[in-house]
DNA sequence: ATGTTTATGATTACTTTTGATTATAGACGG
DNA sequence: CCGTCTATAATCAAAAGTAATCATAAACAT
């Protein structure tokens, strides 16, 4: 075999298992572990792979993010907690429902850790972080493309989620409010969320604390509607109590928090 | 044999092998390594084949993102010209329908060349490539993911394709047969094609020759169910008439052809 | 026919690839 | 924070492959 053609397959194996030791890929093609680092090195350099300590994993998955429109940088390690906290709330065998948005897509290493899942989702991006995933039954809700989101929403969209039922949805908003609910800027997508909402037994929301009391355009349902709310540790206080008095069930993920260990 | 009709054997060995070493090519064409040698580095000038220690492989392979669980990467330039033929089928305004597969995929850049499209695909891989061209709609089908093959597929999928109504459906075959018919290895894969069959008012399929005269597991239609069949001009004569007095419109993207200017 | 150009094969000097070895750097547990 | 362990980078020698050179033979032009 030639260089240029074990490194293809290297490039090839680590892209399929998501990841690549020295050591199996060293027993896998025969070499010895110098001319494996060496590969890696090669091909870390036309950006096909991305090393560790070890071996390697994926390039995509580092060069995906951005492309977003929407692209919220902002909390970033908030989103992080949020989501590392919502994983307390996934079981093993679980159906579950994921919106679109740059909090849930936080949810994508989390779920990589389970063994056995089904993931239905509407994000682009999402899918496109959990493609290689062997151990998740993998769920593409069809419909139109919205560039700006990288979402699939639409007519089509809620047709499907109309003969669908899951365990528990997690859905993003840009906005909470008690007056006016949960609302987004797309009239299309707040539909979109209004059926994921109906096909869930229960319903998560994940929303950090930017999003509190603020008000978007299209209302696609109201705090009674959600099962818990999971937030991040800059939520004001007196917010909290507000909503907890009228009834909405809070969660705040603070970074010193450990996970809960499911509902 | 002049020297440029080995060449061209060469080049066209190393493309239908996917490799060739130097050794190899000098028994196989009875000149020296020294010729050899001279030979590929002329070949590799036409950027027809690269260069490797001990011989060569095919430029495609080299050219092409390996980002695919699926293995056939050979034949890449024929496929490139049935894409690029195809290309000439498809009008401004268009809706058309895209199934996965490594054929189909070619099509990518020349869509981007439309101003106004629509396209309906269960190719994530296409998706990929193609979700940020803000000059095409684009309707992914849903459903669930065969991470072999990157494609979507399923009764979700099967249920959208029944609602919808496209104006042509670029098929990719596995295997096609004037006694089995078209053929697939997937069951389920197979029948989403038929129903993507279905729902378009023209069906054109993309199929290398390779293709020809192959029986692959399950069958999703006859030759009677395509519209045209685009493949390349290595296929044999005899299977050319056969076909053809079968009724079939076969379409033949030679490297010299000029695109057909639309149907 | 004769000199010139071109293609080829053989020979030799050089380069690349590889695996082994050793020194350095990074990760991990206490 | 530290020592210990493992992974990595750097180095080197052997093997494999290649480029450069040259001589011969064939094709070509005058």
């Known amino acids: 075999m030639f260089g240029e053609e074990r490194k293809s397959m290297i490039s090839k194996y680590i892209i399929e298992h998501g990841r690549g030791s020295v050591l199996e890929l060293s027993t896998t ?60 709330f996934i079981q093993e065998g679980d159906i579950i429902l994921i919106d679109s948005g740059t909090t849930t897509l936080h949810l994508a290493p989390i779920l990589k850790a389970f063994s056995n899942l089904t993931v239905v989702t509407n994000s682009m991006t999402l899918m496109e972080q959990l493609k290689n995933e062997s151990n998740i039954d993998i769920v593409m809700l069809g419909g139109s493309l919205r560039q700006e989101t990288q979402a699939i929403v639409g007519p089509i969209t809620d047709q499907i989620l109309q003969t669908l039922h899951v365990d528990t949805a997690f859905i993003a908003t840009n906005g909470i409010s008690l007056s006016a609910g949960l609302t987004t800027p797309n009239l299309i997508e707040a539909n979109t969320k209004r059926y994921m909402m109906k096909c869930a037994k229960r319903t998560i929301l994940l929303a950090d604390h930017s999003k509190a009391e603020k008000i978007s355009f299209s209302q696609f349902g109201t705090v009674a509607d959600i099962d818990m709310w999971i937030t991040d540790d800059h939520l004001p206080k007196e917010i909290y109590q507000k909503f907890s008095e009228a009834g909405t069930e809070i969660h705040v993920a603070n970074s010193h928090h450990t996970i809960p260990t499911v509902s």
């Open 29 to 88: 093609f025969k070499v010895s572990e110098s001319t494996i680092r060496r590969d890696l090195k090669e091909l870390e350099d036309e950006k096909l792979i991305k090393r560790t300590h070890g071996g390697a994993i994926p390039f995509e998955s580092v060069n995906f993010e951005p492309t977003f429109g929407e692209k919220e940088i902002r909390y970033q390690s908030e989103k992080e907690r949020i989501a590392l906290y919502s994983g307390g």
